[in-house]
Structure formats: structure tokens, C-alpha cells
């Protein structure tokens, strides 16, 4: 630690510095993320409830109180029973992780597998090498998502859960979760979907008349949910969502905390920011379901045309969006990815897939979307 403390000014001008340097999700520069600026009232709850610690509930009565409503809110979105529990976590990661703990202790098996789509997000790596779990890959179809068949023929009696993508980080694209739900019904495996990113935007894409399969604890054989407010939720960082169908679940999640004023706590996070879950609260009681659904059709909206701006250009689209992230084939989607970088945007590339990724989101504008195209036709070559 330094010796010579900083005066206010200097702290906050070495903050303005190192802020300067990020880039700000309001240029629209930025196409590669599933974060965006948060909403206004997100920012002024969070600063409201920077102290609070949900780790340690009884003492932020009020903070507890606003978690539960929130979780609430999720659960009625994704047709929870009353039975449901759920937490605002530190993102889709420690929720699937959370999923995953569950269903394996749950499960009492020595040797315990996962079967997850081979579009699974790399968190299941992590959390199947912590959990000490096999991860067996199943294949997908020539549309990106997971054949429910080469699902069925992984199961073994070492299966503890099934994996399904509600919006893969990859692609947007949605299993089959309705056949998936069938496929772990018939087997006695729990199913738990990751929605981090999907979950708050596959609700609203039929109201908007868009095709959107179910997904959700409307089918029998979802047990448990992930659906971060951090990404499409327009909430702060770090907030993700994990929502289980039965509160009972949560016995395979307890660990004892003697000396704080809860018995137990639930969530690998102990001391936990009640401050996200509050930035959360805030955006929803603000833009209510017509205010998601319009932010969806916004992004949808630039998705299209994206993907129309991009067909009419030439390139490979590698399939028509289920959501607001769009693909296209690169013949060096790493040179391309510099080169669009050193024009000032940021793109990701899917090696695996040799294609460029593209998000959608609701800071990003119709000019941005122009001004890209227009970019990425200059600097494309084969
Ligand atoms: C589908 C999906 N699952 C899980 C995650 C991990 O979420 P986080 O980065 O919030 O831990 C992501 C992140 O992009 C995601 O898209």
C-alpha cells in the first residue's frame, strides 16, 4: 500500500484516467457484449444500497425484502409454481453452479455426469471440474441446437442433471427444452435451462410475434432456471438469477454460518451485494413488462436489421437469429476481428464456427448498426 496518500482530487482524477480508458457501452462500439448500460433507476438503487449485505439478511430486513420481490417477479415471468425458491447471484455462472450443486448432491451418485449441448457455455467447464462432475457433450443439429435424441443416448444411471441453452452465448439459439423436458421426465434426471441471457427476452418475443419456443417451469421437466437481470435485465454487475422449481431443492445448497443472524446460507457468494438485487428491483418496478418488451423489440428490431444488411452485402449469415445476436462466416475470423478492432469496433469470433458474433443490445442505435455495416464491407477481405 502506498505510503503518501493521494488528496481527494488526485484519487479522483487517477479514477477519471483509468475510467477514460474503458470504453462506454453509448458509443456503440461495443458488439460483442451481453452487458449493457444499466437502467437509471438501477444505477440510483444501487448507489442507495451499496452497504447492504444480503450475506447477512437479517440485519437488511428491507434489502431481503426486495430480493424476494424481484425473485418474485422472475418466477412469474418464467411460470414458477408457488413451490419455487430462487437468489440474485453474481451472474449466470454462479447460478448454473448453484443448478449443478443441487442436482449432484441431490443425486447421491458416485461418478456423476452432466449431459449438456456442445453449445453449453464454457461456465459448465468450470463448474464440472470444481463439482468433480464428467461432462458428456451432446450433439447438435444443423440449426445449432442440441438433437434431444444424442441427449437420451448420453443418460446413464451416473446422469444427475440435463443441460438445455435458452439463447446459447454463441448464437441466441434456443434448444428443443420442450423435448429435452420430455427426454428428462421419461429418465428421472432434473433439467435446468440456462437462460442467462434468454431468459429475459424469450418471454416478450411472442407478444412481439416473433417465433418462441417454450422454455420455461411451463414444461415439467425444468427444475431449475438461470436468468440473469446483468445482461438483458439492464440491472447492474454483478446480477444473475438461479430460480428452482421447489424450495425443498435448496436442502442440497445449505451450508451452516453460526455466526451470522441466518442459520444457513444457500449461495457460494457469503457476502453478497444486496445492492444489484436492489438495482433489479428498480428496473422492473420502472419499465414494467411493456417497458421489456419494447427494449426487446428494439433490439430485435436492429437484429433484423443486421442480418438483412448483412445478406444484402454478401456475407454467410450462419443462421436467421432466434435472438437478438446475429453470425456470419469469416474465412479468418481473427484477422477480421483485429481489423475491425484497430476502426474501433469490437466484435467476438467463434472459432469453432469460423464466424463473427454480434449482439444486439439496447444501447445499441439503427446509426451504429449503418455505420458498422458500412465499416465491415471497407475491411472485409476473403
Ligand atoms: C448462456 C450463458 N450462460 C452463462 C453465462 C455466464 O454468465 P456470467 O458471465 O454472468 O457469469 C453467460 C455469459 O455470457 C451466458 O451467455
Known amino acids: 500500500m502506498r505510503t503518501k496518500k493521494l488528496s481527494k482530487k488526485e484519487v479522483l482524477a487517477k479514477l477519471k484516467q483509468a475510467q477514460e480508458k ?35 439478511p437479517e440485519l437488511f430486513q428491507g434489502s431481503m425484502q426486495l430480493e424476494k420481490e424481484v425473485v418474485a417477479e422472475l418466477a412469474e415471468l418464467l411460470h414458477a409454481p408457488q413451490t419455487c425458491a430462487g437468489f440474485i447471484v453474481s451472474g449466470g455462472t454462479e447460478a448454473n453452479l448453484m443448478a449443478m450443486y443441487a442436482a449432484r448432491n441431490a443425486a447421491k451418485t458416485e461418478a456423476p455426469e ?5 453449445s453449453a457455455h ?24 442440441v438433437d434431444p435424441a444424442s441427449v437420451e443416448q448420453q443418460i446413464t444411471k451416473r446422469t444427475v442433471a440435463v443441460v438445455g441453452n435458452a439463447g446459447s452465448a454463441e448464437l441466441g439459439t434456443v434448444d428443443p427444452i420442450d423435448s429435452l423436458s420430455k427426454v428428462a421426465v421419461a429418465h428421472g434426471v432434473p433439467l435446468h435451462v440456462d437462460a442467462a441471457f434468454g431468459g429475459l427476452v424469450l418471454p416478450f418475443l411472442k407478444e412481439l410475434g416473433y417465433a418462441a419456443p417454450e422454455f420455461d417451469f411451463k414444461l415439467a421437466g425444468v427444475e431449475s432456471v438461470t436468468v440473469d437481470p446483468h445482461k438483458m435485465g439492464m440491472s447492474t454487475i454483478a446480477a444473475g438469477g438461479i430460480l428452482f422449481r421447489h424450495s425443498k431443492t435448496l436442502q442440497y445448497l445449505k451450508t451452516e454460518t453460526p455466526y451470522l443472524t441466518q442459520p444457513y446460507q444457500c449461495t457460494f457468494v457469503g457476502t453478497r451485494p444486496a445492492a444489484s438485487a436492489a438495482a433489479t428491483w428498480a428496473v422492473f418496478a420502472s419499465l414494467g413488462h411493456e417497458g421489456f418488451k419494447k427494449t426487446v423489440a428494439h433490439c430485435m428490431t436492429l437484429t433484423t436489421q443486421l442480418y438483412e444488411g448483412l445478406e444484402e452485402a454478401g456475407f454467410e449469415v450462419l443462421l436467421r437469429p432466434q435472438m ?21 469496433w469490437y466484435v467476438s469470433q467463434v472459432p469453432r464456427l469460423s464466424c463473427i458474433r454480434l449482439v444486439m443490445m439496447p444501447h445499441t442505435t439503427t446509426q451504429h448498426v449503418t455505420d458498422f455495416l458500412q465499416c465491415l464491407k471497407q475491411v472485409y477481405t476473403k
Open 22 to 56: 474503458d470504453l462506454k457501452y453509448e458509443d456503440g462500439k461495443i458488439l460483442c457484449s451481453m452487458c449493457t448500460t444499466p437502467h437509471a433507476a438501477a444505477k440510483q438503487a444501487h448507489e442507495m444500497f451499496l452497504d447492504s449485505n444480503l450475506g447477512d
Open 122 to 145: 464454457f461456465s459448465f467447464d468450470k463448474i464440472c471440474r470444481i463439482l468433480k462432475i464428467k461432462q458428456v457433450k451432446a450433439k447438435l443439429d444443423a440449426d445449432f441446437r
Open 114 to 118: 452432466v449431459v449438456v449441448p456442445e
Open 324 to 344: 437478438n445476436i446475429a453470425a456470419f462466416h469469416a474465412a479468418n475470423p481473427k484477422r477480421l476481428t483485429q481489423k475491425l478492432r484497430q476502426k474501433g
